[in-house]
């Protein structure tokens, strides 16, 4: 691989085991400063969808959507729907995408919330933090039923 520094470095198994290192923790026992309060990218999803109503948590596995600089990473979201479909029930219909385009893939975080935070529906539901301190958590419950 030639870097745009013109440093030329070929990549061998480190091109496997950094990105399975977000699937698969022990390729980071030996990281100083790692604790074993760690999550790979499968156990964040699950512990995500698991902490919602279970009601709503079919709706979340059929339309997971992978965004950011990691799902550029080549066969990520393939990945991550295997190993879900391992820890979801079968009566879960599962569905890992990604966009289309490597730019609307590393952008498409920001994009999203950037429409998000300009729809009227949303501005509705802001809380200032000075709400937040004076009402606590009711206050999330009472705006965003």
């Known amino acids: 691989m030639n870097l745009d520094c013109n440093y ?3 990549f061998l198994a480190e091109r496997i085991k950094v ?3 977000l699937f698969d923790l022990k390729y980071l026992r030996n990281v100083p400063g790692t604790q074993s309060t760690l999550l790979n990218v499968t156990q964040i999803a699950t512990t995500a ?3 919602c109503d279970i009601d709503i948590r079919p709706t979340l596995y059929s339309g997971l959507m992978v965004t950011g600089g990691n799902s550029l990473i080549l066969g990520f979201t393939e990945r991550l729907n ?3 479909a391992h ?3 079968p009566t879960i219909k599962l569905r890992v995408s990604a966009a ?3 730019m609307e893939r590393r952008f498409g975080a920001w994009i999203g919330g ?3 935070g300009s729809l009227g529906s949303f501005q509705q539901m802001w809380i200032a933090k000075s709400e937040y301190d004076e009402t606590g958590r009711t206050i999330v419950e009472n705006r965003c039923p």
Do not use: V, Y
């Open 8 to 10: 030329e470095q070929e």
């Open 19 to 21: 990105p399975e290192a």
């Open 49 to 51: 969808a698991g902490m």
């Open 82 to 84: 295997h190993d879900l």
């Open 87 to 89: 820890k979801c029930p």
């Open 100 to 102: 289309p385009t490597p």
């Open 114 to 116: 950037s429409i998000l």
